[in-house]
């Protein structure tokens, strides 16, 4: 994509949000202003879904474009020879880990929220099975099967059969962020492997809600800060705890970033 699709709100040092699901930055607004009080939020949107694209035909998502994009975002919004802040959610999270693993230098901190990195389980297999599942469920009964069978997996139940519902006309997907979701970013995503070795040195913290103990995203926080020596936290709610509590969500975000 050649123009950046980008907002800028705050001052002070330049903090880079990677929004989760398909990249849009739905919900995000009152956790940014909280942060913009004491940081220059660089609010990364990689498809342009909030800047007039959705509806637009949109390829299949890879974890290393995403984190060019940032990378060129970076050298946009940074003064030379300084360095930012990175906080990405879900598949945001992923990107900001390989942004942190190819280019550690331009980074002060990451935080990774809830990455769904299944590689690093010893499960690795069956989770990514579950997510092909999901796609699978998706293409045959709609989003809200989908959705009910993707919140399944992160939780751990039991499955429910898809029920009567059907696949989404081809406009009708281009023009939901979550069906783009889960038919471009999903399962390319959750196959993607972390670099550990290059992260073993980072600045890095991985983060995951307390209502998510026990669901898998949870467990891919802890796993992966165990094995790259960051520093695993607890946030506020669950998967989408930074919509739920802005304002205790900013302020642990600070304070990990102050480490």
Same mark, same amino acid.
């Given at each position: 994509?050649?123009?950046l699709c980008h907002d800028i709100r705050g001052d002070g040092p330049v903090l880079l949000v990677v929004p989760g699901g398909a990249g849009h930055p739905m919900g995000l607004d009152p956790l940014t202003a909280e942060l913009a009080e004491h940081c220059t939020v660089v609010t990364y949107d990689p498809l342009g879904l909030a800047h007039g694209r959705l509806g637009l035909p949109v390829?299949?998502?890879?974890?290393?474009?995403?984190?060019?994009?940032?990378?060129?975002?970076?050298?946009?919004?940074?003064?030379?020879?300084?360095? %930012?802040y990175v906080l990405g959610?879900?598949?945001?999270?992923?990107?900001?880990l390989d942004l942190l693993a190819r280019h550690p230098a331009r980074l002060r901190h990451v935080i990774a929220h809830e990455p769904p990195v299944v590689r690093v389980l010893p499960d690795a297999e069956r989770q990514s099975a579950m997510f092909a599942e999901v796609y699978d469920t998706y293409r045959a009964a709609g989003l809200a099967a989908a959705g009910a069978r993707l919140a399944a997996g992160l939780a751990g139940t039991p499955a429910t059969p898809p029920g009567d519902g059907r696949p989404p006309s081809?406009?009708?997907?281009?023009?939901?962020?979550?069906?783009?979701?889960?038919?471009?970013?999903?399962?390319?995503?959750?196959?993607? %492997?972390?670099?550990l070795d290059a992260l073993r040195p980072a600045p890095l913290t991985l983060a995951a809600g307390v209502d998510?103990?026990?669901?898998?995203?949870?467990?891919?926080?802890?796993?992966? %800060?165990?094995?790259?020596?960051?520093?695993?936290?607890?946030?506020?709610?669950?998967?989408l705890g930074a919509a739920e509590h802005p304002?205790?969500?900013? %302020?642990?975000?600070?304070d990990a970033l102050r480490r």
């Open positions: 994509m050649a123009d390829a299949e998502q890879r974890v290393e474009a995403w984190s060019e994009g940032a990378r060129r975002v970076l050298d946009e919004v940074l003064p030379d020879g300084e360095s %930012a959610f879900s598949s945001g999270g992923i990107a900001a081809p406009e009708e997907e281009l023009s939901s962020p979550m069906a783009l979701f889960l038919t471009r970013v999903l399962t390319r995503f959750t196959a993607y %492997a972390p670099d998510s103990r026990g669901g898998l995203l949870h467990r891919t926080a802890s796993v992966a %800060a165990e094995l790259t020596g960051g520093h695993f936290a607890e946030f506020p709610g669950g998967h304002r205790k969500f900013a %302020a642990n975000v600070l």
